[in-house]
């Protein structure tokens, strides 16, 4: 059994207050275009929470912001063995990502009891020891539906999570798996969140009817995040931005008095391939092949040569940690990026609060 102390420490504040600085998905009302897959960006060296913008070399000339979030989800964590060899694939990930100046965003919910429970607090550690990024995965939207829970249900399990994690002396700014037909941005701006990312296609189901962009009409009889899985928007050139919102009832439109930032995703990683031969395919459970190493390579051309240097521009990849990834190909797409893009001054690395920070100072 291990010991560690907790140094109770939180940041992100309340509000996004960034004026209007860009257009979200939909700011007039169009609907989305072809699926693609669109990048974000993470930034190196980070501070504690990984909320101190970075001034790499492609600080001054609207470099694609590169971020990678991996959700810790669907593995066993029963008991001490399984724990161990969890965090230590998550060590050993961690250190690969470093070698290639990449700091990850880390998102997790069912990590924080076997935390204390075992004694190695995993989360504080990628967080201030690693300057990685660490939010909340709640994977509680579809659940909060699934069992029926009112607003305010939802609203203080959310908050829940977010004491919990806080209580290790992470600091917890943004939360993923929170899509539901309840208004998840308004519980999440009332939680204290500054940040959602992880946005499909069910996120849809908090929109009033009248609000649904044309071409997601089957979202009516979507039952849940799994039928409903693509990302949203699906036009790779609409997940170039950020935008803000303030309720469920409208989110596709950017809300300059919005609280909350919205950061579209561009699929996950062992799944690019199959998203690019499936568009609409609500793909969950893929194999990580070549095919995805250099699709993902030309989603990250595409959002280069489509940046926008009067916005900011991100690009962000997930990956779903129950699932193992080979890290062989993992290092083959991170030194590719070092050498053709990072070093060339086109991509910086951003954690999910460097580029929330990033989008709230852009002018």
Same mark, same amino acid.
């Given at each position: 059994?291990?010991?560690?102390?907790f140094?109770?420490?939180f940041?992100?504040?309340?509000a996004?207050?960034?004026?209007?600085?860009?257009?979200?998905?939909n700011?007039?009302?169009?609907?989305?275009?072809?699926?693609?897959?669109a990048?974000?960006?993470?930034?190196?060296?980070?501070?504690?929470?990984?909320?101190?913008l970075?001034?790499?070399?492609a600080a001054?000339d609207?470099?694609l912001?590169?971020?990678?979030t991996?959700?810790?989800?669907?593995w066993?964590l029963?008991?001490?063995?399984?724990?161990?060899?969890?965090?230590?694939?998550?060590?050993?990930?961690s250190?690969?990502?470093?070698?290639?100046?990449?700091?990850?965003?880390?998102?997790?919910a069912?990590?924080i009891?076997?935390?204390?429970d075992y004694?190695?607090?995993?989360?504080?550690?990628?967080?201030?020891?690693r300057k990685?990024?660490?939010?909340?995965?709640a994977d509680?939207?579809?659940?909060?539906?699934?069992k029926?829970?009112?607003?305010?249900?939802?609203?203080?399990?959310m908050?829940?999570?977010?004491?919990?994690?806080?209580?290790?002396?992470?600091?917890?700014?943004h939360?993923?798996g929170i899509?539901?037909?309840?208004?998840?941005?308004?519980?999440?701006?009332?939680?204290?969140?500054?940040?959602?990312t992880?946005?499909?296609?069910? +996120?849809?189901?908090?929109?009033?009817?009248g609000?649904l962009p044309?071409g997601?009409?089957?979202i009516?009889?979507?039952?849940?995040?799994a039928?409903?899985h693509?990302?949203?928007?699906?036009?790779?050139?609409?997940?170039?931005?950020?935008?803000?919102?303030?309720?469920?009832?409208?989110?596709?439109?950017?809300?300059?008095t919005g609280?909350v930032?919205?950061?579209?995703t561009?699929?996950t990683?062992? +799944?690019?391939a199959e998203i690019a031969?499936?568009?609409?395919?609500?793909?969950?459970k +893929?194999?990580?092949?070549?095919?995805?190493?250099?699709q993902?390579?030309k989603?990250l051309?595409?959002?280069?040569?489509?940046?926008d240097?009067?916005?900011?521009?991100?690009?962000?990849?997930?990956w779903?940690?129950?699932?193992?990834?080979?890290?062989?190909?993992?290092?083959q797409?991170?030194?590719?990026?070092?050498?053709?893009?990072v070093?060339k001054?086109?991509?910086?690395?951003?954690?999910m609060?460097?580029?929330?920070?990033?989008?709230?100072?852009?002018?």
């Amino acid at each position: 059994m291990r010991t560690f102390v907790f140094s109770l420490s939180f940041l992100f504040a309340a509000a996004v207050g960034c004026g209007d600085p860009q257009q979200g998905p939909n700011p007039a009302g169009s609907d989305g275009g072809q699926q693609d897959a669109a990048l974000n960006d993470i930034t190196s060296a980070p501070e504690t929470d990984g909320g101190v913008l970075d001034s790499g070399p492609a600080a001054k000339d609207s470099p694609l912001h590169l971020a990678l979030t991996i959700h810790l989800e669907g593995w066993g964590l029963s008991n001490e063995a399984q724990f161990d060899q969890y965090v230590k694939k998550i060590r050993e990930y961690s250190d690969l990502s470093h070698k290639y100046g990449a700091y990850f965003t880390w998102e997790a919910a069912n990590l924080i009891q076997p935390s204390v429970d075992y004694g190695d607090n995993i989360l504080l550690e990628l967080q201030s020891e690693r300057k990685d990024g660490v939010g909340v995965h709640a994977d509680l939207g579809g659940n909060a539906d699934k069992k029926g829970l009112s607003q305010a249900e939802f609203q203080a399990e959310m908050q829940e999570q977010k004491t919990a994690m806080e209580q290790l002396g992470v600091k917890v700014r943004h939360v993923s798996g929170i899509c539901s037909s309840l208004d998840w941005v308004d519980a999440a701006a009332q939680v204290g969140y500054e940040g959602v990312t992880g946005i499909v296609e069910y +996120c849809l189901k908090a929109l009033d009817e009248g609000n649904l962009p044309a071409g997601y009409e089957h979202i009516a009889t979507c039952t849940g995040p799994a039928d409903c899985h693509d990302t949203y928007p699906s036009d790779a050139k609409q997940k170039l931005q950020p935008w803000l919102a303030s309720t469920g009832s409208d989110w596709v439109t950017h809300d300059p008095t919005g609280k909350v930032a919205l950061l579209s995703t561009n699929g996950t990683l062992p +799944c690019l391939a199959e998203i690019a031969a499936n568009p609409g395919g609500s793909q969950t459970k +893929c194999t990580w092949a070549q095919d995805d190493v250099d699709q993902g390579i030309k989603l990250l051309d595409f959002a280069i040569e489509n940046r926008d240097p009067k916005l900011m521009n991100q690009m962000i990849f997930v990956w779903s940690f129950g699932q193992a990834i080979d890290p062989v190909l993992l290092e083959q797409l991170l030194s590719k990026i070092k050498t053709d893009y990072v070093d060339k001054g086109l991509v910086v690395w951003k954690t999910m609060p460097q580029l929330i920070d990033t989008y709230r100072q852009w002018k």
